[in-house]
């Protein structure tokens, strides 16, 4: 059964610093991989997704990086801005778009 | 612009009677799934479906969960009778199907609290 970890549960940092967010998966047999951005009282939002045969994914000021073989993936933000408050999930697709989650990293940038 | 919509947004009940959730899924998409979200188990996949069939549904406790797509634009996930221990966000998500490499789309969520 695959399990999604993510490191570390809480994240507190000022404005302007970049950071990194950690996901690991114990089963490496994985379609693809898929970063949520979850917002106070909402749903999800899919920020990137990598598939299995790629290495990275560049969105703005978000880069995602996926080592399949050694089951890990990192969310990198640069120059963190308080609007990026917020939890972030890491999701594999292990088949048929079916997801398993992390717990999340809960994000406080403040000003 | 195009999105999943979820009704109720919010429930209160008490324990005891039924509870039913609805999901209108993004128009084209043929696949949808039920997730459930606690603060305890983070988010946990109920069931899924794939042009109206269910797929899985094997993260559903069977005897008081019943999840249904009467047709293509709704999906039900209903709980009868309700117990406090049922009190979580439950997320709709559709995706277009085709094969595993799409991304899905996820509703607001319906917020359930079983007193």
């Known amino acids: 059964k695959q399990e999604v970890t993510q490191i570390p549960a809480a994240l507190s940092v000022p404005e302007g610093e970049n950071l990194v967010l950690n996901c690991s998966f114990t089963?490496?047999?994985?379609?693809?991989l898929q970063w949520f951005r979850q917002d106070p009282g909402k749903g999800l939002t899919s920020l990137l997704l990598?598939?299995?045969?790629?290495r990275e994914q560049t969105s703005g000021r978000l880069n995602a990086s996926l080592d399949k073989s050694s089951g890990r993936s990192t969310l990198y933000i640069a120059a963190s801005q308080p609007g990026d408050s917020a939890t972030y999930l890491c999701?594999?697709?292990?088949?048929?778009?079916?997801?398993?989650f992390g717990k999340g990293t809960m994000l406080l940038v403040s000003p | 612009d195009a999105r999943v919509t979820q009704t109720p947004r919010h429930k209160v009940t008490e324990m005891g009677q039924e509870v039913t959730m609805r999901c209108q899924p993004i128009?084209?998409?043929?696949?949808v799934f039920w997730y459930r979200q606690t603060m305890m188990q983070g988010l946990e996949l109920l069931a899924y479906?794939?042009?109206?069939?269910?797929?899985?549904d094997s993260g559903m406790p069977k005897d008081r969960f019943s999840a249904e797509m009467p047709d293509a634009t709704l999906a039900t996930l209903k709980i009868q009778p309700s117990e406090p221990r049922d009190s979580a966000v439950y997320f709709c998500?559709?995706?277009?199907?085709?094969?595993?490499?799409?991304?899905?789309?996820f509703g607001e969520g319906s917020w359930l609290t079983v007193v």
């Open positions: 998500a559709s995706g277009p199907g085709q094969h595993s490499g799409n991304t899905i789309y």
């Open positions: 089963d490496s047999a994985i379609y693809n």
């Open positions: 990598i598939q299995s045969s790629q």
């Open positions: 999701a594999v697709n292990s088949g048929y778009s079916t997801l398993t």
């Open positions: 128009l084209g998409h043929n696949t």
């Open positions: 479906f794939r042009n109206r069939a269910p797929l899985d």
